[in-house]
């Protein structure tokens, strides 16, 4: 049941930088494909290089593509069309690519809330939109979204980060009752502040609360956290421990099972008839 990483194609949107670098190289020592997408060209040459150096087999290709994951969905759509002719069907996808902007709320220009959204929500959307349908006829797949500690807490100075990411669990979750029985499986971490460029960057901006409340707890080093990220979606365990929704989900999960049934019983049915 867990999946094979030898030999797999996985994707990592946001894979030239941070987490979404060192969730490639983790895969990639354990002998996957992989496909970096992010926009700067010379950004995913370096992690290109980076990761080779930790090659397993001579077999290994990682591939770069640039394109903005929160723009154009035709764009997107076409990128992994790109990355599945050269290195067959996505067998993973983790959305890593996303950013992080903090203030006051009056003190945000209401365009970094669509910003926000758009990179951190849409930009997750999109490329998860252009695999599932091939991952659900293989009846293979994992889908990984990065979400954050903000994601789960709603804190000071991050009322547009927050929302973007609580956004994401909800899709997470929804998504996951859908696919199940494709044994498609989709994973969400919650990463707190880890040491990347994208944390330094979101630093030279932070308000003093949100920095004294950050600093509550201490900064993850980027490798410690993809390990985990890759771990937890290989090896699904049971995902979300929360008591009540796992009896709802649990019914519900048989719906979705009995229609699924249903519906190749009257397939059958048409193509008797
Ligand atoms: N570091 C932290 O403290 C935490 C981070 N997270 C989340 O983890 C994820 C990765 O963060 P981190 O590693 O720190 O970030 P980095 O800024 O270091 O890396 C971000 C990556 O995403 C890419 N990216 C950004 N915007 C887009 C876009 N519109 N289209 C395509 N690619 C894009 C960047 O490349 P390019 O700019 O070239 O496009 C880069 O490869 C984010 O979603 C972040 O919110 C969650 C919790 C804590
Ligand atoms: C239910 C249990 C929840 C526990 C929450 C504890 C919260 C403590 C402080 C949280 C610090 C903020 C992390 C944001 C990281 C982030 O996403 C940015 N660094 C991105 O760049």
Redesign the pocket.
Known sequence: KPLALPGAHVVV?????????CVAIECYKQGAFITL????ED??LQAKKEIEKHSVNDKQVVLCIS????QDYSQVENVIKQAQEKLGPVDMLVN?????LSGKFEDLEVSTFERLMS??YL?SVYPSRAVITTMKERRVGRIVF?????GQLGLFGFTAYSSS?FAIRGLAEALQMEVKPYNVYVTVAY????D????A??NKTKPLETRLISETTSVCK?EQVAKQIVKDAIVVTMGLFRTIALFYIGSFDSIVRRCMMQRAKSEIADKTA
């Open positions: 949107t946001g894979g030239s930088s941070g987490i979404g670098k997408v992010a926009r700067n950004k995913l394109v903005d994951v929160s890593c690519a996303g950013m992080s990179v951190n930009g990065v979400s954050s500690q903000a990411k990463p707190p502040d880890t990347t460029p994208g944390f960057e979101e980027p």
